[in-house]
């Protein structure tokens, strides 16, 4: 239901006084795992496909734009459900979720 490729980026202005860059979420990709019930994941990070290095939630220092990546220690990278934030602000999503897209989200992740 929803795009093979979606990012989200958070659309609310970055405060002046935070010193991180923006970060835009690879929620879904046809080239990354799609994780099923059956996996046992245990072990994940995140990776900034754009400086090729780990992303620990702060700047990677590898300069601006990062494009961060779920990174499962058995898989490598996967696909992610959009949690809670981005359904409450889903003008982040490139493309665009359009409204049955955003409802089937909502319904999927017991988002109201």
């Known amino acids: 239901m929803l ?4 990012l989200w ?3 609310r ?13 690879v929620v879904r990709d046809p080239g990354f ?3 099923t019930d059956e996996d046992d994941c245990t072990s994940f990070g995140y990776v900034c496909q ?8 702060d700047a990677c220092r ?7 990546a779920l990174d499962c220690a058995e898989h490598g990278l996967e696909n992610m459900w959009p949690d809670g934030r981005m359904l409450m602000l889903p003008d982040g999503f490139t493309p665009p979720l ?15």
């Open 33 to 35: 795992h799609e994780p």
């Open 62 to 68: 590898g300069g601006p734009s990062h494009l961060i």
């Open 9 to 11: 980026c958070d659309p």
């Open 98 to 112: 359009n409204d049955e897209q955003l409802v089937w989200a909502r319904a999927e992740n017991d988002f109201p």
């Open 13 to 25: 202005p970055i405060p002046r006084d935070n010193l991180q860059e923006p970060v835009t979420l």
């Open 50 to 57: 754009s400086h090729d290095g780990p992303y620990r939630g």
């Open 3 to 6: 795009p093979p490729r979606l």
